[in-house]
């Protein structure tokens, strides 16, 4: 089980954020599957962003998701998505890491306490892109509706990798445990 210490040296966070960013943006820029109706794409970064958040914490996932996501969209040429994926990708990793703490304290089962937290953020992450596609690209209701069971799959395939993955890395590093 994971255990809830509630500070960590700030420059760990930092260095963490940085090395989960340059992740995040790999795991994103290498695995994209082009959604035409709407020009998104399905990406494996998300998975990252949930490790970096459930290891790491709020700050760590917020920095490496919003930063490595946005830095993805502008070198594969979606930059029209950046600005919205600084923010949506950044609060969904604080999302993660901040609820993936509370529920610790509360949840006895970590990988319980991870699936709530990566689906609350998950959502938000589905959410903010079908309100962005609409409010900020001016996508009809329809077309951003499309994109939003892609971003579902793209939730549920980060969340059944990141938990194991999580679990397995704290067995192999129990120091990086809170």
Not at 82 to 88: M, S
Not at 89 to 97: A, D, L, T
């Amino acid at each position: 089980m994971i255990s809830t210490q509630k500070t960590r040296n700030p420059a760990l966070t930092l260095a963490a954020a940085a090395v989960f960013a340059a992740l995040v943006f790999v795991a994103t820029y290498l695995f994209v599957i082009s959604i035409p109706a709407t020009s998104g794409y399905f990406n494996l970064g998300e998975t990252i962003i949930y490790i970096a958040a459930l290891i790491f914490g709020p700050v760590a996932g917020a920095l490496s998701g919003g930063i490595g996501a946005m830095t993805a969209d502008v070198l594969l040429g979606y930059a029209q998505f950046a600005p919205g994926t600084l923010a949506i990708k950044g609060i969904e990793g604080f999302i993660v890491g901040f609820l993936y703490q509370k529920l610790q304290k509360r949840i006895k089962n970590s990988s319980l306490s991870a699936t709530i937290a990566i689906a609350v953020g998950g959502l938000e992450m589905v959410a903010g892109y079908f309100l962005y596609e609409q409010l900020v690209l001016g996508y009809p209701f329809t077309l951003a509706l499309a994109e939003v069971p892609f971003n579902m799959v793209q939730m549920l395939v980060g969340l059944v990798i990141a938990v194991p993955v999580v679990h397995a890395v704290l067995r192999i590093f129990p120091q990086l445990k809170r």
